[in-house]
């Protein structure tokens, strides 16, 4: 168990919709991080967070949309939903922003799109 | 921009036998390499990571792998291979200095036979 939780743990949804998934970081992390994983793409990085203030944000769609919230805990909603969405989304924590702090990764959620 | 090959999507090999995996990337200078295993229903695990020094970098679960500049490659291994180390294998780099946005291999399968 890496301390990190992300709900739900399963989402089927039609397309066109418009689903928000959370995370919430281990105690103390202040870094989140999100993760797209298909067969199509493989592992991509959407987007990262620290202590609430974007940080670096790699192929992440305009449909898509994240924050932290003072509590830092994330959501990553996603819009307009295509079935091309349909993905397996991570969340991971570190304790500060920079590469040299590992990352623990949540158990994701898997997102269905019909 | 970076990019990683994982030239093998699929290995197999007996329990108990040496494992190697291969990964090779594309980069201007040396950037952040990482290892990571993901099992099923899981997310990812880092098992190792190099910044910089020392080319052989030592990780979790009896895991290493070395950092070779000349070929661009940044090769996983093991010495003896277990029942549970089967998962998939991703490697991944970060450009060195900037923000943190890595990019992902394809993955590598791990089937280990009895």
């Known amino acids: 168990d890496s301390g990190v939780t992300q709900t739900p743990k399963h989402l089927i949804t039609a397309t066109g919709q418009r689903v928000t998934l959370r995370c919430s970081p281990r105690?103390?992390?202040?870094?989140v991080y999100w993760y797209q994983q298909s067969l199509d793409q493989g592992l991509q990085f959407l987007i990262q967070?620290?202590?609430?203030?974007?940080?670096a944000k790699g192929n992440i769609l305009e449909r898509f949309s994240a924050q932290q919230f003072p509590d830092l805990h994330s959501e990553l909603n996603l819009s307009s939903l295509e079935l091309g969405d349909s993905a397996l989304y991570f969340c991971?924590?570190?304790?500060?922003?920079?590469?040299?702090?590992?990352?623990?990764f949540g158990p994701g959620t898997r997102l269905t799109v019909t | 921009a970076q990019s990683v090959t994982q030239p093998d999507i699929h290995i197999t090999v007996s329990e108990g036998a040496s494992l190697e995996l291969r990964c090779n990337y594309s980069?201007?200078?040396?950037?952040?390499l990482f290892w990571y295993v993901q099992s099923p229903g899981q997310g990812l695990q880092l098992l190792l990571k190099?910044?910089?020094?020392?080319?052989l970098v030592q990780g979790i679960k009896g895991f290493e792998a070395e950092f070779k500049r000349s070929q661009s490659s940044f090769n996983l291994r093991k010495p003896s291979v277990h029942w549970s180390d089967a998962a998939e294998y991703f490697c991944?780099?970060?450009?060195?200095?900037?923000?943190?946005?890595?990019?992902f291999g394809r993955g590598t399968s791990l089937i280990v036979h009895p």
């Open positions: 991944a780099v970060v450009a060195s200095g900037g923000s943190y946005i890595p990019t």
């Open positions: 991971a924590s570190s304790l500060s922003w920079g590469a040299r702090y590992e990352q623990y």
């Open positions: 105690s103390g992390d202040l870094s």
């Open positions: 980069y201007g200078a040396t950037p952040y």
């Open positions: 967070y620290y202590n609430g203030e974007e940080r």
């Open positions: 190099y910044f910089s020094g020392d080319t």
